[in-house]
Nanobody
Framework: QMHLVESGGGLVPAGGSLRLSCAAS????????MGWFRQAPGKEREFVAA???????YYAESVKGRFTISRDNAKNTVYLQMNSLKPEDTAVYYC???????????????WGQGTQVTVSS
């Protein structure tokens, strides 16, 4: 079992930045692939970024160059640094733990409750 808690969401103007955090407890964090997903109202949940080791990362095209995923295994925490935010980035952001560096939700076994990110135009 793994319990995930996201934090760091909020309201930010377009062009601004936010850093999301996801604190994990339970099974071995360092061996898990960690991902960030988001879901906007009326839309399906979509992949944002994932990380396995500190050098293995994977990004959605829509966030590449603006978002950075990282992890601190000593703190059992994964981060998502979001820069140059756009109104279309508005969504609930979810942290997930899984078995592969993948964009498909089927590879992720544990999910957090989500944190709201709102980008004003």
């Amino acid at each position: 079992q793994m319990h995930l808690v996201e934090s760091g969401g909020g309201l930010v103007p377009a062009g601004g930045s936010l850093r999301l955090s996801c604190a994990a407890s339970g099974r071995t964090f360092s061996s898990a692939a960690m991902g960030w997903f988001r879901q906007a109202p009326g839309k399906e949940r979509e992949f944002v970024a994932a990380i396995w080791s500190s050098v293995s990362t994977y990004y959605a095209e829509s966030v590449k160059g603006r978002f950075t995923i990282s992890r601190d295994n000593a703190k059992n925490t994964v981060y998502l640094q979001m820069n140059s935010l756009k109104p279309e980035d508005t969504a609930v952001y979810y942290c997930a733990a899984g078995r592969a560096l993948a964009a498909d939700t089927k590879y992720y076994d544990y999910w957090g409750q989500g944190t709201q990110v709102t980008v004003s135009s």
